[in-house]
């Protein structure tokens, strides 16, 4: 990895860690418990189009393993985790299919995708399968929070091809 690279990578998941305390911080946008604007997905979205798979999932580890620990929620690693792995498994599995004019889809996709990551480690852990009633739920907030969070990563990677020059998303 080049030297460039590994700063860019640093100082996105540094990005990362601050969007998710800061948010974290703050109170719920809704009424509806677990519903957040997801931010910091917006550095692991810049970081997959701008550097690739590998520096995208260090960004993301990252952001999870210290923003678990600075907010001192050990409960939220499992379902971060179990989330946040299951978003980036959509998020390398269609990238190829979403070029960057169709990166908000992408982020749709990979917010829903996190909602039902979540809920599977809820279930799991409660072992109460009636949660699975707050899916629908999940997915309409997946679709409205993946579409801002995309729309922004998206218009970031945009400024970023033209001050850079390069047409690498």
Known sequence: MKTKDLILTAL?????LVAFVIEAAFPPITP?????????NVFTLFALYSLGRWQASAVLGIRIALGTIITGQAVSLVYSLCGGLLSFAVMILLKRFFPLKRL???????????????LTAAVFITGTPLLW?????LIISGIITGALT????????IQFEKISGKKKF
């Open 133 to 137: 009633y707050y899916l629908p739920v």
């Open 150 to 157: 995309g729309i922004c990563a998206q218009l970031v990677l």
């Open 12 to 16: 996105l998941a540094a990005f990362a």
């Open 104 to 118: 908000w889809v992408l982020s749709v996709l990979c917010a829903v995708a996190h909602n039902i990551g979540q």
């Open 32 to 40: 509806i418990y677990g519903i957040k604007l997801g931010i910091a």
